[in-house]
């Protein structure tokens, strides 16, 4: 199986500095369904061993997106996961912010990413190539995680193991 990231802007006007994480989905989602998102989210993330926080800042991720397309670029898809998963604990269970250079720089560091120092430095490298896979793949998706299975299937949000269960068993089947 091979799995690709790629780029997605939940929020492209989100302020460089960061904001608060909760403060933002209270105003985005309301503090009614943020009350009940916390929970299923907190399941999701112990169900795969993670401790989820709502704490921390959120904002511009574009150098993020510019760092996994490196990533891929010169390390191959192993090393663009490596470097997504560290970014996803960074952000959703250490209260890191991944808009913060020294954040990404750290990230890259752990993952063994060459040139990134580069890459955050230049607020133009790899950004003409995120654009254009903002372009190509970001049409229709409304929310993140969204998942693109064999071209066909789509889950959108976090999902149970089962839903993906399902959907593999029904690929190798020949359904």
């Keep these: 199986m091979v799995v690709r990231w790629r780029p997605y802007l939940l929020n492209p006007g989100a302020p460089e500095a960061g904001e608060s994480k909760r403060e933002m989905y209270h105003r985005k989602f309301g503090a009614q369904r943020v009350?009940?998102?916390?929970?299923?989210?907190?399941?999701?993330?112990?169900?795969?061993?993670?401790?989820?926080?709502?704490?921390?800042?959120?904002?511009?991720?574009?150098?993020?997106?510019r760092?996994?397309?490196?990533?891929?670029?010169?390390?191959?898809?192993?090393?663009?996961?490596?470097?997504?998963?560290?970014?996803?604990?960074?952000?959703?269970?250490?209260?890191?912010?991944?808009?913060?250079?020294?954040?990404?720089?750290?990230?890259a560091e752990k993952v063994g990413l060459e040139g990134a120092a580069a890459v955050i430095a230049d607020k133009g490298v790899m950004r003409a190539e995120v654009e254009g896979e903002l372009r190509s793949f970001a049409r229709g998706v409304r929310g993140v995680p969204h998942f693109v299975i064999d071209g066909q299937?789509?889950?959108?949000?976090?999902?149970?193991?089962?839903?993906?269960?399902?959907?593999?068993?029904?690929l190798s089947s020949g359904n």
């Design 67 to 107: 760092l996994s397309a490196h990533a891929l670029k010169v390390g191959g898809e192993a090393v663009q996961n490596a470097l997504m998963e560290e970014l996803f604990l960074n952000y959703f269970s250490q209260e890191k912010y991944i808009g913060d250079s020294a954040v990404l720089a750290a990230a």
């Design 35 to 65: 009350a009940a998102m916390v929970p299923m989210m907190t399941q999701r993330f112990a169900e795969v061993g993670v401790a989820y926080s709502l704490g921390g800042l959120t904002g511009q991720t574009m150098d993020s997106h």
């Design 153 to 170: 299937h789509h889950l959108s949000g976090a999902q149970p193991t089962e839903a993906f269960v399902e959907i593999f068993e029904e």
